[in-house]
């Protein structure tokens, strides 16, 4: 592919096409690093990793960026700016999946970066180009969301090192295993000249689909809250027990699950699911004493989110207390809502309506390693349509010119970044001096 494109801005219509015919067809290779054959699971630093770190590397080095691996497995390629001290332009997604995922969900994000770097064609410009394709956004292999973003933003801690993954191993020996030095994996990585982060992502969601709109430039990412709710009932003979004289945890958790249902219904913009459930001890004939459900709660305003995962939680005690069955529960996580940076945003807005995409803000309730990133430097998100607006489903999909019109939405905004930071580095000039 190198050399394919012309090395101007003027780069023609019909190179942004073939490169987004190649940006799909990495997509198809990556699917088949897999650690399930037949369906696309790829979790944190497992050989299905490896073997698409290979495979990225190779395209890394194509495109003319300088590749190598940080503390927490992230794969990082660089493009040098004209200058050594320029600041740099963070370009970045994540490369693991959930189980039974899709093709795009992540990975599309990475191989956008790639494909603007190639898209270049050795042109420096007066900012460098740093491609991040993190190790674990989904936190599959340890219940942890946003190992690789956390790591680069120093926030990644020694509990979440020693958490186990479901075969015992911990965290800090996967990275020994995968060659990666944890021992100060909580100093930041991100590079200091860093000075934005954006990053591509299919929506996962109906919103551009339904507005007919290829792309949209994402203003918030909602808050998230996890949990897990355990319902601790009585097992018992299925044949001999009356109705009347059970503790069936099983029948209680599904109370609480269709109450949360209908009152997340009534809130505008809340959305709250059970993924998981675990029943003992899980026989036809047997009634069921223990259930372990997960909760997982979004909203883009974290009070209403916070209030919501209260109440849900009280709402399973009081089911319980009528049903006799112990009910015990524990957030495990909460991520605060993030807006992102008002002059990425007008940037982005600029670069979609160059390409002739009317741009429209969105509120995105999947996470996102901009989430994490956001808190460090400015941050923003250019979301592709997602048709069906399916995700987390083999049957994710994108179409090839929405992801030509997001390269050359990105060219678009390589191109404007420049004259941006000269602005960024004014306002900071003038704020010192004031
Ligand atoms: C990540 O995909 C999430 O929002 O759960
Ligand atoms: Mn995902
Ligand atoms: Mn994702």
Redesign the pocket.
């Known amino acids: 592919m190198r050399g394919m494109l012309a090395a101007d801005p003027g780069t023609t219509e019909t190179d942004f096409d073939a490169l987004a015919a190649t940006v799909l067809a990495r997509c198809d290779a990556l699917a088949q690093c897999t650690d399930e054959p037949g369906r696309i699971t790829r979790t944190f630093l497992s050989p299905a990793m490896e073997s698409c770190y290979r495979l990225v590397q190779e395209w890394m080095r194509d495109a003319g960026l300088t590749v190598g691996f940080d503390r927490a497995g992230n794969i990082r390629g660089h493009y040098g700016a004209v200058s050594e001290a320029a600041p740099r332009l963070v370009i970045g997604s994540h490369l693991d999946s959930?189980p039974n995922a899709g093709r795009y969900?992540g990975v599309l994000g990475v191989m956008l970066g790639i494909a603007l770097v190639e898209a270049l064609g050795g042109r420096r410009l007066g900012f460098g180009v740093e491609v991040i394709g993190f190790s674990d956004?989904?936190g599959v292999r340890y219940g942890l969301?946003f190992i690789g973003s956390r790591a680069a933003t120093g926030t990644l801690l020694a509990p979440h090192l020693a958490r186990k993954d479901a075969a015992g191993v911990a965290m800090y020996a996967a990275l020994d295993a995968f060659g990666a030095t944890h021992a100060d994996v909580a100093d930041p990585m991100l590079d200091p000249r860093a000075r934005a982060y954006l990053e591509f992502h299919i929506e996962?969601g109906p919103v551009l689909e339904h507005t007919g709109l290829p792309l949209g430039v994402v203003e918030t990412i909602a808050g998230?809250s996890r949990a897990k709710v355990t319902f601790c009932g009585r097992s018992g003979h299925a044949g001999t027990t009356p109705m009347f004289l059970r503790r069936d945890a099983l029948a209680a958790a599904a109370e609480w699950l269709t109450t949360v249902e209908s009152a997340a219904s009534r809130m505008p913009g809340l959305v709250a699911t059970t993924g998981r459930i675990a029943c003992e001890p899980d026989a036809a004939n047997v009634i069921p004493g223990l259930v372990r459900c997960s909760l997982?709660v979004r909203h883009a305003d974290d009070a209403i989110r916070r209030g919501a995962v209260e109440d849900f939680l009280r709402t399973a005690e009081a089911i319980g207390d009528r049903r006799e069955i112990e009910v015990e529960h524990v957030v495990e996580y909460e991520q605060a809502a993030v807006g992102l940076d008002r002059s990425l945003i007008a940037l982005a807005d600029k670069a979609v309506s160059d390409v002739g995409v009317s741009p429209r803000h969105m509120t995105s309730?999947?996470?996102?390693d901009a989430m994490i990133i956001a808190a460090h430097i400015p941050s923003v998100m250019i979301f592709l349509r997602s048709p069906g607006g399916i995700s987390?489903h083999p049957e994710e999909a994108v179409y090839v010119e929405d992801v030509a019109a997001a390269l050359r939405a990105g060219m678009g905004f390589l191109n404007r970044f420049e004259a941006h930071i000269g602005q960024f580095s004014e306002s900071e000039r003038k704020s010192c001096t004031t």
């Open positions: 959930v969900d956004e989904e969301p996962q998230q997982d309730g999947a996470g996102h987390h």
